[in-house]
């Protein structure tokens, strides 16, 4: 095997001094990361990470219109039918 793009003798003399040799074959932790790099599939960090942004999006959304209400906490039927329109 010869070496490229090196003028014309010197690859011969660079192939005889080092070996070219993936790195993940000699090197067993590297050998690791590249299956963990290679076998990674996020998906499923996306669908949870998705999940508990709709979740805050709603908190978020529901703090808001409570603090456009005038509710009067004081009234236990005001306080019925928010729980009522909770539950639907």
Do not use: W
């Not at 003798?9 to 299956?35: D, E, M, Q, R, Y």
């Not at 999940?51 to 039927?77: A, F, G, H, N, P």
């Amino acid at each position: 095997s010869s070496v490229t793009g090196f003028p014309l003798g010197c690859g011969s003399l660079i192939s005889s001094h080092f070996s070219f040799v993936p790195a993940a074959s000699t090197n067993p932790k590297a050998a690791l990361k590249s299956k963990i790099v290679a076998e990674f599939r996020p998906q499923s960090l996306i669908d949870e990470l998705l999940l508990y942004k709709r979740s805050e999006d709603q908190i978020e959304l529901k703090e808001k219109q409570l603090s456009t209400m005038r509710v009067d906490v004081c009234s236990t039927e005001t306080l019925k039918c928010l729980k009522g329109k909770a539950l639907r």
